[in-house]
């Protein structure tokens, strides 16, 4: 079903329970994806943390949305997940301020960029979407076990089913922006299946899911590519996207349902659109030993440690 939202867009709704009493982090939530997932959470009564690089564009967001919901509990906080040392200060602060996160969505990305540094110095798309979001769940584990019904939701992308991933190699070996945006998509999906697979070792009540929003038109495209390639977006994104609000919701059922279940990846019910559903990722991403030599270089290149036993 879908109503009008504020902007215009169609807004799609699924069953969400009501959700008073929870914390939610959203990676990224001042555009896109992460917007509507968002602005669907507080509807249902969630407290949610909005976690965003910079943060005049997450205090607009934020005005945005509580002009729409008065009420509403949500805070603005700084991370660059581009930056470790920002991931660090992040997860800090939330713990210093006794911040509950009840659940983690992982939702930020960048997609297709030209060959670009974090400020460690590894590959830009590998660094955002996939080892900040590592060392960001890492440094808050601690703080879901807490909470009653914890969950991660890691987005991926069927993008993923195109990757190929060394964990020896994450550079920049012959980059291309195209292989390098499935690599990093293999990685998320190869964490949050390794990720469920640790805490069910370790009886550690925190679920793991993946989702994937098919394909939504949203700042990602057209921030990231360029030249012919950003063109091509432009008119994929006029011509057979669905809205960013449709792309949220495999994410908000990941995040909210009953009756998700950890190691679970969602996606929509069509290719590129439709209502949630659970999905097979692809063979690569289900690979146990590489998604071991994943978390040990991921270790590495971090410094994050779980201390979920293998």
Same mark, same amino acid.
């Given at each position: 079903?879908?109503?009008?939202?504020?902007?215009?867009?169609? /807004?799609?709704? =699924?069953?969400?329970?009501?959700?008073?009493?929870?914390?939610?982090?959203?990676?990224?939530?001042?555009?896109?994806?992460?917007?509507?997932?968002?602005?669907?959470?507080?509807?249902?009564?969630?407290?949610?943390?909005?976690?965003?690089? &910079? *943060? =005049?564009?997450?205090?607009?967001?934020?005005?945005?949305?509580?002009?729409?919901?008065?009420?509403?509990?949500?805070?603005?906080?700084?991370? =660059?997940?581009? &930056? *470790?040392?920002?991931? /660090?200060?992040?997860?800090?602060?939330?713990?210093?301020?006794?911040?509950?996160? &009840?659940?983690?969505?992982?939702? @930020?990305?960048?997609?297709?960029?030209?060959?670009?540094?974090?400020?460690?110095?590894?590959?830009?798309?590998?660094?955002?979407?996939?080892?900040?979001? +590592?060392?960001?769940?890492? *440094?808050?584990? &601690?703080?879901?076990?807490?909470?009653?019904?914890?969950?991660?939701?890691?987005?991926?992308?069927?993008?993923?089913?195109?990757?190929?991933?060394?964990?020896?190699?994450?550079?920049?070996?012959?980059?291309?922006?195209?292989?390098?945006?499935?690599?990093?998509?293999?990685?998320?999906?190869? +964490?949050?299946?390794?990720?469920?697979?640790?805490?069910?070792?370790?009886?550690?009540?925190?679920?793991?899911?993946?989702?994937?929003?098919?394909?939504?038109?949203?700042? *990602?495209?057209?921030?990231?590519?360029?030249?012919?390639?950003?063109?091509? +977006?432009?008119?994929?994104?006029?011509?057979?996207?669905?809205?960013?609000?449709?792309?949220?919701? $495999?994410?908000?059922?990941?995040?909210? $349902?009953? =009756? @998700?279940?950890?190691?679970?990846?969602?996606?929509? $019910?069509?290719?590129?659109?439709?209502?949630?559903?659970?999905?097979?990722? $692809?063979? @690569? %991403?289900?690979?146990?030993?590489? %998604?071991?030599?994943?978390?040990?270089?991921?270790?590495?290149?971090?410094?994050?440690? +779980?201390?979920?036993?293998?």
């Amino acid at each position: 079903m879908t109503v009008a939202g504020e902007t215009g867009e169609a /807004r799609h709704t =699924d069953p969400i329970p009501e959700l008073h009493g929870r914390t939610y982090l959203v990676t990224g939530g001042n555009s896109g994806l992460g917007y509507h997932t968002i602005r669907v959470l507080l509807g249902h009564g969630a407290r949610v943390v909005m976690a965003v690089r &910079d *943060l =005049d564009r997450g205090y607009a967001a934020a005005q945005a949305l509580r002009a729409g919901q008065p009420t509403a509990e949500l805070e603005v906080r700084v991370l =660059d997940l581009a &930056d *470790l040392d920002s991931v /660090r200060h992040c997860a800090a602060a939330l713990r210093a301020d006794r911040v509950p996160v &009840d659940v983690l969505i992982n939702n @930020a990305g960048v997609m297709m960029t030209p060959l670009r540094r974090s400020a460690q110095g590894h590959e830009l798309q590998l660094a955002v979407n996939h080892l900040g979001h +590592f060392a960001l769940t890492g *440094l808050l584990l &601690d703080t879901l076990r807490d909470g009653p019904g914890a969950r991660v939701v890691t987005v991926t992308s069927e993008m993923h089913r195109l990757g190929r991933l060394d964990p020896d190699d994450l550079g920049d070996t012959g980059y291309r922006p195209d292989r390098a945006y499935g690599r990093a998509k293999l990685a998320n999906a190869l +964490f949050g299946l390794e990720l469920d697979r640790r805490l069910r070792a370790a009886a550690v009540p925190v679920r793991s899911l993946l989702a994937h929003p098919g394909y939504a038109a949203t700042n *990602l495209q057209l921030s990231g590519p360029t030249g012919l390639l950003r063109s091509g +977006f432009q008119l994929a994104n006029r011509i057979i996207a669905q809205d960013a609000a449709g792309g949220a919701r $495999s994410q908000l059922y990941a995040a909210t $349902s009953p =009756d @998700a279940k950890g190691g679970e990846y969602i996606g929509p $019910s069509a290719m590129l659109r439709g209502a949630p559903k659970v999905l097979a990722p $692809s063979a @690569a %991403a289900r690979d146990p030993e590489l %998604a071991r030599r994943l978390w040990r270089r991921s270790e590495e290149l971090t410094g994050v440690r +779980f201390g979920l036993p293998e």
